[in-house]
Nanobody, 129 residues
Framework: QLQLVESGGGLVQPGGSLRLSCAAS????????IGWFRQAPGKEREGVSC????????NYADSVKGRFTISRDNAKNTVYLQMNSLKPEDTAVYYC??????????????????????WGQGTQVTVSS
């Protein structure tokens, strides 16, 4: 069974840090591009960050640039999202997702996926004093 499990969420004060983990079971993550998404109450889901399957390329939403860092540890079959200088507006449920680099007849190993096939259940991040 292919599964992604997020962990590391919690309650943190503004300016604090959290590190989210996205662990895979049933498949190896190193083939896939990985994205982090979040959804706040009453808002649409938004992309936060992504890393290509070969790890050479990363993207960040403007709202988190300079504060969040995505990384992958293929030996641990895990992708991380280090979140620093957290703000109340970062409060949301955070999801990780895996996307196949093969798309429309071509392997896109060095860019973030165009689509995501596997999703985790999410982890709550609350930034509040």
């Amino acid at each position: 069974q292919l599964q992604l499990v997020e962990s590391g969420g919690g309650l943190v004060q503004p300016g604090g840090s959290l590190r989210l983990s996205c662990a895979a079971s049933g498949f190896t993550l190193d083939y896939y591009g990985i994205g982090w998404f979040r959804q706040a109450p009453g808002k649409e889901r938004e992309g936060v960050s992504c890393v290509s399957s070969r790890g050479g390329s990363t993207n960040y939403a403007d709202s988190v640039k300079g504060r969040f860092t995505i990384s992958r540890d293929n030996a641990k079959n895990t992708v991380y999202l280090q979140m620093n200088s957290l703000k109340p507006e970062d409060t949301a449920v955070y999801y990780c997702a895996a996307g196949d680099p093969y798309y429309a007849g071509t392997y896109y190993y060095h860019v973030c996926p165009n689509e995501y096939s596997y999703w985790g259940q999410g982890t709550q991040v609350t930034v509040s004093s």
